[in-house]
């Protein structure tokens, strides 16, 4: 059972900016509470869409991106319901780290998460128990993160169901984001977007630079694709122009064969830019063991043919390090 509570009244008409108080008893706070942001607008007859950011708190365009939305937006622009969770994993917002400073946790691998767990367990727990099931659809902006940065694209989260699949396929490219890429991250079922997704609620992710700075240019796409998907749903007036992502340009990272990862220690030298074309067999970087430079650098071969989609930063790696990630075209049915 949730001990979460809200001032925020889901039904009511208007704007509303608060928080979700999830109590937490550490050592300097023995009956206080973490407090999550949550703002609702809601205005005459029309569906309601999840806009979530900060699940990563190392991740910037989308909590900009939702605070400005929530500061600009009055009611009498919309149609129907938006819920903001701008900085859903507070903790780990405030700490500009991917996962929590609380209880270590990635808060996007603990979905559907548990109302009796640790407090980003409780917050995965509060998102797929009382939010989702009030939600038609569901939107969480991520980027690269401290670790990667990733050319802007809008994500499709894979669904079986061929209706759902459809509406993804749709409203993703109504964001319009340079590229649409199909990403299960290995089939990981722990994510948000896979557990909105069986939930039945059409599902948008992104992907906006990272390196953990803020991007001028993924901050632009992310204002737009917001507002795009929005438009898209009818909750605001139509865009005026027609996207420019097109459903045969959508690619897809390959499973195991996207992910070139370290097999060593050492510093990562890439050997393509961002968007470069490369084949799978040709060499990605090399590992250079900068105390020992007698020894030859190690080299890392691509595994798939597609574009450099995703790089590590910084160039410090040890074995297992995820340094590049190729995005293929995708091939498979999206009807
Ligand atoms: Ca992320």
Not at 45 to 62: C, F, M, R, S, V
Not at 65 to 87: N, Q, V
Not at 90 to 97: E, H
Not at 144 to 165: K, Q
Request: proline residues 7%; contains cysteine.
């Amino acid at each position: 059972m949730s001990t979460a509570r809200t001032t925020i009244d889901f039904e009511r008409s208007g704007k509303q900016v608060g928080f979700v108080d999830i109590p937490h008893s550490p050592h300097e706070d023995a009956w206080g509470a973490t407090r999550i942001p949550l703002a609702v607008i809601k205005n005459a007859k029309g569906p309601t869409i999840i806009l979530q950011a900060g699940n990563h708190g190392d991740e910037y365009e989308g909590p900009i991106t939702l605070g400005e939305l929530i500061r600009e937006l009055d009611p009498g622009m919309i149609s129907g319901r938006i819920i903001f969770l701008p900085a859903v994993n507070l903790p780990a917002v405030l700490a500009g780290r991917r996962t929590s400073p609380v209880d270590g946790l990635n808060l996007n691998r603990t979905f559907p998460g548990n109302p009796g767990g640790t407090i980003t367990q409780q917050i995965s727990a509060y998102v797929s128990d009382v939010i989702m099931p009030i939600g038609d659809a569901y939107v969480d902006l991520h980027s690269g993160g401290s670790s990667l940065n990733i050319l802007p694209s809008a994500i499709i989260e894979p669904a079986s169901d061929p209706e759902l699949r459809k509406q993804n396929v749709e409203a993703v490219l109504a964001f319009d984001a340079p590229l649409t890429v199909v990403i299960d991250n290995l089939g990981e079922p722990r994510t948000s977007t896979a557990t909105s997704v069986r939930a039945g609620l059409v599902t948008v992710g992104t992907e906006m630079a990272g390196a953990g700075t803020v991007s001028i240019d993924a901050l632009d796409i992310c204002r737009r694709g917001v507002r795009n998907v929005l438009a898209h749903f009818g909750v605001l007036p139509p865009a005026g122009q027609k996207p420019g992502a097109r459903r045969e340009n959508i690619l897809r990272i390959p499973g195991h064969d996207g992910y070139v990862l370290a097999t060593s220690d050492g510093v990562f030298e890439p050997l393509h830019r961002l968007g470069a074309a490369v084949r799978a067999g040709e060499a990605a970087g090399r590992i250079h063991n900068l105390g020992d430079p007698g020894r030859t650098p190690e080299t890392l071969f691509y595994a798939a043919d597609g574009i450099v989609y995703g790089q590590r930063q910084p160039g410090r790696v040890v074995a297992g390090n995820c340094c590049v990630t190729v995005a293929a075209r995708y091939e498979g049915d999206l009807q």
